[in-house]
Structures are given as structure tokens and as C-alpha cells.
């Protein structure tokens, strides 16, 4: 599947992919209940134009807050690049085997 972030980089990526005539493509996001943090509205307009199945994780920032200790333990692919720390906070809850366990907090 495809991580869409809301941004323009990830829409790219999305069109590279059925451009190449990927079929089922399957796309993801992050979102948040709270509007200032969310863009998952985006990155499901993109999906929806590209034709792609879209899912996304609706979190509560403070649920979020408290579950990032224990996705840290959990996430086999924590570590960023540069080997020292998570890249970003929707990378940990793509990459939990306990995903969607935010959304009902």
C-alpha cells in the first residue's frame, strides 16, 4: 500500500503507481480528530480521484500522546534512517501491529 500524508510528494507517488498500471492499489493515512493536525481529507480526495481502496486511522492527539511509548517497544521499524529515532509519528501507527488501537482510546 501507499502512505498518503495529505502532502504532495505522497499524491505523486499514488499517480506514479496507477500510472504504471498497478491495479487494487491500496492507500492509507493518519488522521486526527483534531482539524489543526488533520489532512487525512486530503489524502482520501487523492485516493478517491485516483480510484485507489483507501483506509485511514483517526486518532485523538492526546490518546496518541499516551499510546507513542508502548508503539515505540512495539514497531519493529522504529528507527529512522539515521538509525537513532521514529521518523514521524504516522509512520509508527502505519507500522504497529497494534494499529487502531488509538482510534478507540
Request: hydrophobic share 35%.
Amino acid at each position: 500500500g501507499i502512505f498518503l500524508s495529505g502532502g504532495v510528494d505522497s499524491g505523486a507517488v499514488l499517480s506514479y503507481a496507477a500510472q504504471s498500471r498497478h491495479k487494487h492499489l491500496n492507500t492509507f493515512a493518519v488522521g486526527f480528530r483534531e482539524q489543526s493536525f488533520d489532512e487525512s481529507a486530503y489524502a482520501e480526495k487523492v485516493a478517491k480521484h485516483i480510484g485507489a481502496q483507501h483506509r485511514a486511522e483517526i486518532c485523538h492527539l492526546e490518546s496518541a500522546r499516551d499510546q507513542v511509548p508502548a508503539l515505540l517497544d512495539a514497531v519493529p521499524c522504529r528507527k529512522s534512517r539515521s538509525g537513532s529515532t521514529p521518523v514521524s509519528f504516522s509512520e509508527l501507527v502505519i507500522c504497529s501491529p497494534t494499529s487502531g488501537s488509538l482510534s478507540n482510546r
